[in-house]
């Protein structure tokens, strides 16, 4: 079994982006106890890896410095931050994020700075958290050069995985992206598999691991099953 999942913000607020603190403890803890490798994804898409997940963080929020690096260096687990570089030090106020969207202190560099050194890879999510379908071939490379080019510059090296912003994107974007990046991650809810497309990777979105029953059972029967059926629903809701 492989996955990578996804967080937002490690917080206690409840809302749709959040993973509670005690939660996110109890899921690092429970899958090395289960002898599930957490791997940073150089290490998870190599032809040879068979079982494993990579831990993803998008956006750039700050309670991933506050509240996940903590445990992530406790447990010495590597990780990758999907960076959105425009709101580095301010808010999640991008000009697409709906009124009524949770809104979240961001990282500034100082606290990223702390990350990377702790293990997290920096990785691009855009410069301004646009959705990519709606831009225009130019948008769309401007918005990925300047997020490169922002990382580059200020951790030394330049990003080697994307995650696209709403998981949104159209055959020019996906075209784009995948002459730029070495794999690229998707909202699609699902596990990895040899067949995969790597500009667009499957994750599992921690909403969905919010139960402490499953984060030792992620790659049991119980729960491969479970998570499979939550991503059989949403894509018929998405397409209802």
């Known amino acids: 079994m492989k996955a990578i999942i996804t967080f937002h913000s490690i917080d ?26 957490i791997l940073p994804l150089d290490e998870l898409l190599d032809k040879n890896c068979s079982n494993g997940i990579t831990l993803t963080f998008d956006d750039g929020m700050e309670s991933v410095y506050t509240d996940a690096l903590p445990v992530l260096k406790k447990f010495s687990v590597q990780s990758h931050l999907f960076l959105t570089t425009s709101v580095v030090g301010r808010e999640n106020n ?13 990282m500034n560099w100082d606290q990223i700075f702390e990350c990377a050194s702790a293990g997290v890879s920096i990785d691009a999510h855009t410069h301004t958290h646009p959705k990519l ?16 080019e922002i990382i580059e510059k200020k951790m030394g090296r330049k990003p080697k995985y ?79």
């Open 12 to 37: 206690a607020t409840n809302s749709v982006l959040s993973f509670h603190p005690k939660k996110f403890f109890h899921l690092i803890k429970s899958l090395i106890q289960s002898g599930i490798p």
């Open 133 to 148: 379908n709606a831009l225009t071939i130019q948008e769309i490379q401007d918005e990925c050069l300047l997020c490169d």
């Open 94 to 106: 991008w000009l697409t994020q709906s009124h009524n969207s949770p809104r979240f202190k961001m």
């Open 162 to 240: 994307f995650a696209y912003p709403y998981g949104l994107r159209d055959e020019r974007v996906r075209r784009f992206i995948s002459t730029r990046y070495t794999a690229s991650a998707t909202t699609f809810l699902g596990f990895l598999n040899e067949n995969d497309d790597q500009s667009l990777l499957p994750r599992l979105d921690s909403y969905y691991l919010q139960s402490n029953w499953l984060h030792s059972r992620i790659n049991k029967p119980l729960g491969i099953t479970y998570l499979k059926n939550r991503s059989l629903i949403r894509s018929i809701r998405r397409h209802q």
